[in-house]
């Protein structure tokens, strides 16, 4: 049985021990998401909101880290930073976590990192159309994708394709086993946006902002996480089977979708997950 648990400030003690753990920061603050694993280690998925100083006020993501912090000795392990996808209700605030907790960050992964040309290309859509919507309050916001990209890079660490199927994460030797996966885009997908992207580039290079047609949300990351016999879908503003795009249509990723115990898109603010590893 996976346990959800709504609260109105989310505390260490909400996390179930010796079980893998998922916080939401819904809607109205970013949308993130933080998986806690049974060994421990963490995963940022997405961020929450620019913090008003150094020490992470107003970032509802790092205040919780440092809150997790306090109750341990040793600085907390980040094998793993994840961006779904460039809208400014989920990088906001990535960048400065980077820069914080770079020296317990192992690895990150975004869909457009990998690919140089494709995130500065997205990076320049975003200056110019504000991805087609009003900035949240960070008034810099749509230079926040370009800083998360510059501090991704900056950390010398590996950068992992978030393609249809890659391990990003998983257990060594534990009894059970947990694993995190991405799920979509497909390189087709991928390819797409990038030439959508520069396409709507061309067209504002000749003054025009009509009939726009790239969606970062169609080639958003999604994660399957699984413990044992459990598992669970983790998407940011996911689309699903939209033609042309393919990620979704695909009999293999349907058939995985039929195994999900839980599908998690949509946030609510500090909604708390315990995930056994044995469902009843």
């Not at 992964?109 to 975003?126: I, N």
């Not at 994460?169 to 992207?197: F, H, I, T, Y």
């Not at 983790?234 to 293999?252: K, M, R, T």
Request: net charge negative; glycine share 6%.
């Amino acid at each position: 049985m996976i346990e959800a648990e709504y609260v109105d400030r989310i505390l260490p003690e909400h996390l179930a021990p010796n079980s893998l753990s998922l916080v939401l920061f819904g809607p109205g603050r970013g949308e993130a998401m933080l998986v806690r694993f049974p060994n421990g280690d963490l995963s940022i998925i997405d961020g929450c909101r620019e913090p008003k100083n150094k020490k992470g006020r107003d970032d509802p993501m790092r205040e919780f880290l440092q809150k997790l912090q306090a109750t341990q000795e040793q600085p907390l392990k980040i094998p793993l930073v994840c961006l779904t996808h460039p809208h400014d209700d989920h990088y906001a605030g990535l960048a400065k976590l980077i820069d914080v907790y770079r020296e317990q960050i192992d690895e990150t992964a975004s869909v457009q990192s990998p690919s140089k040309r494709f995130g500065d290309a997205m990076s320049e859509w975003l200056k110019k159309t504000r991805a087609g919507k009003e900035a949240m309050r960070d008034d810099l916001s749509p230079k926040g994708f370009e800083r998360f990209l510059e501090k991704q890079r900056s950390l010398e660490k590996k950068i992992l394709p978030f393609s249809h199927n890659q391990i990003l994460l998983e257990s060594e030797r534990q009894c059970p086993e947990w694993w995190m996966r991405a799920c979509g885009p497909s390189s087709n997908d991928l390819k797409r946006g990038s030439e959508e992207v520069r396409a709507d580039l061309e067209k504002l290079e000749h003054g025009s902002k009509s009939e726009m047609i790239t969606d970062p949300n169609r080639t958003s990351g999604a994660l399957v996480v699984r413990w044992g016999e459990s598992q669970m879908l983790l998407a940011g503003d996911l689309v699903c089977g939209e033609e042309p795009h393919s990620s979704w249509n695909n009999a293999s990723t349907m058939a995985m979708m039929k195994q999900l115990n839980i599908i998690i898109s949509i946030c609510k603010l500090y909604l708390v997950y315990y995930m056994p590893a044995h469902p009843i």
